[in-house]
């Protein structure tokens, strides 16, 4: 069965971080008594510390395929298999209310039991990267939604080990905050070795980021292309 295969794989190891094979996913459309195929026979890899981006229009299933690979919905048909734990960035609403900036951030190390003083030390580089040092005792009511969707992202970079998945998380930031964290993202992934797959619909933003770019078409999402971004690196974002 679909639901327990894309579970069966989780947490096995694997020379690949990610692999999905043949999901298919349909949500019960009311209005129309119908079913929408939001995912057709989708399969891609992402190997160790690939940075693998997924393209696609908006209403094509991006998001669909970030909550299967997360656990967070069922496919209905196909595999999931990931050689690590994922930790996630959703497009919105991605902190816990009742934990400060700081407690957000360090919430992964504290699950894992790190003590205070190690995770403090860990998550300050992380604050200050995303500008949210002095407000790291703001609870989330008290910021911007570009505060919130940082203090999430860095969240996820305080989380080692974990394979990153993005979904659109710097949509709904200024072009300059943008670039700032698609650089920083850059950097911590270049130094700690992570697999990451990052969601976007922008061509502009998965070329600068990706070694490889999966194309996905508009209902039903189907994968149409998987491209190699030629590009060097360390790169530049704003050359
Ligand atoms: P994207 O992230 O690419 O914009 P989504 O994965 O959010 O696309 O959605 C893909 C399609 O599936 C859309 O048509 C959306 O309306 C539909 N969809 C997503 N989640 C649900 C759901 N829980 N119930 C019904 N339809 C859904
Ligand atoms: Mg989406």
């Not at 229009?57 to 656990?71: D, E, F, H, N, W």
């Not at 196909?78 to 497009?91: I, K, L, Y």
């Not at 910021?143 to 659109?168: F, I, K, N, Y």
């Not at 980021?209 to 994968?223: E, F, H």
Request: hydrophobic letters at 40%.
């Amino acid at each position: 069965g679909g639901a327990e295969g894309a579970r069966a794989g989780r947490g096995a190891r694997l020379m690949t971080a990610v692999s999905v094979e043949g999901l298919w996913k349909g949500f019960h459309d009311r209005r129309r008594d119908d079913v929408l195929v939001a995912l057709q026979d989708v399969s891609l890899t992402i190997e160790d510390n690939e940075f693998v981006c997924v393209l696609g229009p908006s209403g094509c299933g991006k998001s669909t395929l970030l909550r299967i690979l997360a656990g967070l919905e069922e496919a209905d048909r196909g595999t999931v298999t990931m050689a690590a734990r994922p930790s996630v960035v959703f497009q919105d609403h991605g902190v816990l209310p009742w934990l400060t900036v700081e407690q957000n951030v360090e919430y992964p190390l504290r699950l894992r039991g790190v003590r205070r003083s190690a995770r403090r030390e860990r998550v300050a580089p992380l604050l200050d990267m995303v500008g949210l040092t002095e407000f790291r005792g703001f609870y989330p009511h008290q910021l911007s939604g570009g505060m919130r969707q940082r203090t999430s992202v860095a969240r996820a970079l305080a989380d080692d080990g974990a394979t990153l998945l993005m979904d659109e998380p710097f949509g709904a930031l200024d072009e300059q905050t943008r670039v700032v964290l698609q650089q920083e993202l850059l950097k911590i992934w270049s130094q700690t070795s992570r697999s990451v797959l990052f969601i976007t619909h922008s061509v502009d933003e998965a070329l600068v980021l990706a070694d490889r770019v999966v194309v996905m078409s508009a209902r039903p999402g189907r994968i149409l292309a998987d491209v190699r971004v030629p590009f060097d690196r360390p790169r530049d974002i704003l050359e």
